[in-house]
């Protein structure tokens, strides 16, 4: 960047959504904690995903949380740690790992969900449908600009 003004990171979209993402991933932590839940958004990001499809293979499930293979590697090893998934060989292709719940882990989604349907409209309740609405075609008019632009 040629300009050598001052850039106020505070007018601009992107700053605010980072803002925006950390904060509300202290709150999910803040809940799941005040609940007993020893839980992280990530480990939870996983458990829904399994919830809608249980046996997914370890890379689908790297590419739709949006995380790399190592670091997908290392959340699984951590929930397999405290019993919520188990890791299993593909029976056609056994260099798949898929991805299981185990009882304990569909415990914790049946109590984590309604505190995760508290929560979303609670931080939303400032704001009236109509602006939500615009939110959400404004950040995916953001998402595509990105899109197109890593193309």
Not at 123 to 133: C, D, P, R
């Amino acid at each position: 960047m040629n300009d050598t003004k001052a850039i106020d990171l505070n007018a601009h979209a992107l700053s605010w959504i980072g803002k925006i993402h950390y904060d509300f991933g202290f709150l999910v932590q803040k809940a799941f904690g005040e609940n007993g839940l020893d839980l992280s958004k990530e480990q939870w990001s996983v458990l829904k995903r399994l919830k809608v499809k249980d046996g997914q293979p370890q890379n689908d499930l790297a590419f739709i949380t949006h995380r790399d293979k190592t670091s997908m590697t290392r959340l699984v090893n951590t929930m397999e740690s405290k019993n919520l998934v188990v890791r299993k060989s593909d029976e056609k292709d056994r260099r798949v790992n898929r991805i299981f719940l185990t009882d304990y882990g569909k415990e914790v989604i049946e109590k984590v969900t309604p505190i995760m349907y508290d929560l979303i409209p609670a931080v939303q309740e400032s704001l009236s449908n109509e602006e939500i609405e615009n939110l959400i075609s404004t950040l995916k008019k953001i998402k595509d600009k990105i899109a197109e632009i890593a193309d």
